[in-house]
């Protein structure tokens, strides 16, 4: 099973009915956890994609310095050869988090967890208890009916002497 982290604008359309929760829904984010195999392969391509405009110009200048910080000679070109590849190793592990990063950057806000066996499914899970639950907290009120008068405020009142309590058990 393959773990999602589910992301939604925090700015989307809220209370149109089921049209404001759909037009939501398309702009929802799912975030795959673990190794991103894509990010390992072609890990500048996977930026662009995802369009993370400020982690490409970091992983840019990280890249490029190497031959600065290693020097040009034989060993020095081994040696920043060997870090590129650990350091592509280490985005593509780290790859999706900072997708998720960027997302909470951009205003988008947790919405929850998905796992299926593919995305789609994770997906199909995730629709399936967030859609009646969007139902649920967006009801249709009209704007003619009166707003009931609030209830007075009951205010708590501490225990007496003997009765508290500590944990579970009452105080003997």
Known sequence: MTVYSVYEP???PSGQGDAGAEARAEKIAFVKEGFAWIALIVPILWLIY??????????????????????????????AGWASLGLT??????????RAWA???RG??????AWGRDQTEAETRFFTRW???QAQSQPAVPADLPVPAKSPAIVPTRPLGGDEVIG???RS
């Open 10 to 12: 925090s700015d989307a």
């Open 50 to 79: 995802h369009r993370m405009w400020l982690e490409l110009l970091a992983f840019l200048a990280v890249f490029l310095s190497l031959p600065a910080i290693f020097g040009n000679d034989p060993v020095g070109k081994d040696l």
């Open 89 to 98: 190793v280490l985005f593509a592990f780290e790859a999706n988090d900072l």
């Open 168 to 170: 579970s058990f009452p």
């Open 108 to 113: 988008f806000r947790f919405a929850g967890t």
């Open 131 to 133: 859609l009646p639950e």
């Open 103 to 105: 997302l909470r950057r």
